[in-house]
Structures are given as C-alpha cells and as structure tokens.
C-alpha cells in the first residue's frame, strides 16, 4: 500500500508562486509514476503534471505548460510541483497520485491517491 501525504497549498496573489511537496510511503521506484492532478469546484479532475521516477521524464497540461515543473527525488520519495505565474484559474484542490503500473494522463489510472492540499489564486 502507498500513502501519499501532500504539503505546500496556501493562498497567493497572482502572480506568485508555490511549492506542493508529495511524500510517498514506499521507496520511489515501487511506482511506476508520480502524478499532479487538480479539481475545482464544479469541474472534473484534470492531470497537471507527471514525473516517472525510471528516467525522471516528466509532461504537462498545456495550461500549466512552462510555469509549472515538477521533480522527484528518489532519496526521499518525494515529488514537488513547483508553481510560478499563479493566477486566478489555477485556483483547485491539488492532488498527488501514484501509479505501480502505467504512465497516464487519466485519473483512473492511478491507484493511490493524497488527500489533497487546497491552492487559492487571488486576483
């Protein structure tokens, strides 16, 4: 079983930035990849960001797309998203989420899940 524990929400003016830290129970290489998802009220859960700890390849939404990176550190078991040029419609609960099997985009592959850490914009 992998727990996954997130860190690092908070509230932020546009503009700013973030850090959300993901600290997983198991040694990294037990799964396959690390993913950031996000969900704001009313809207379905969308992928963020992936990080696949074999080769540290990582991909992204294109709305995230060159403001936010995300890294692994295999030491730690622990994934970042790192977040810059905040702005309002990155407003969501940010979920970490972990997969022994595939390297996905969609929620349902991933088979562990944090409890979510809340990221507010404000204009």
């Known amino acids: 079983q992998v727990q996954l524990v997130e860190s690092g929400g908070g509230l932020v003016q546009a503009g700013g930035s973030l850090r959300l830290s993901c600290a997983a129970s198991v040694r990294a290489f037990n799964t396959v990849t690390m993913g950031w998802f996000r969900q704001a009220p009313g809207k379905e859960r969308e992928f963020v960001a992936g990080?696949?700890?074999?080769?540290?390849?990582?991909n992204y939404a294109d709305s995230v797309k060159d403001r936010f990176t995300i890294s692994g550190d295999t030491a730690k078991s622990t994934v970042y998203l790192q977040m810059n040029s905040l702005n309002p419609e990155d407003t969501a609960i940010y979920y970490c989420?972990?997969?022994?099997?595939?390297?996905?985009?969609?929620?349902?592959?991933?088979?562990?899940w944090g409890q979510g850490t809340q990221v507010t914009v404000s204009s």
């Open positions: 990080f696949r700890w074999s080769d540290r390849s990582t």
């Open positions: 989420a972990a997969s022994r099997v595939v390297v996905s985009t969609k929620p349902h592959d991933y088979s562990y």
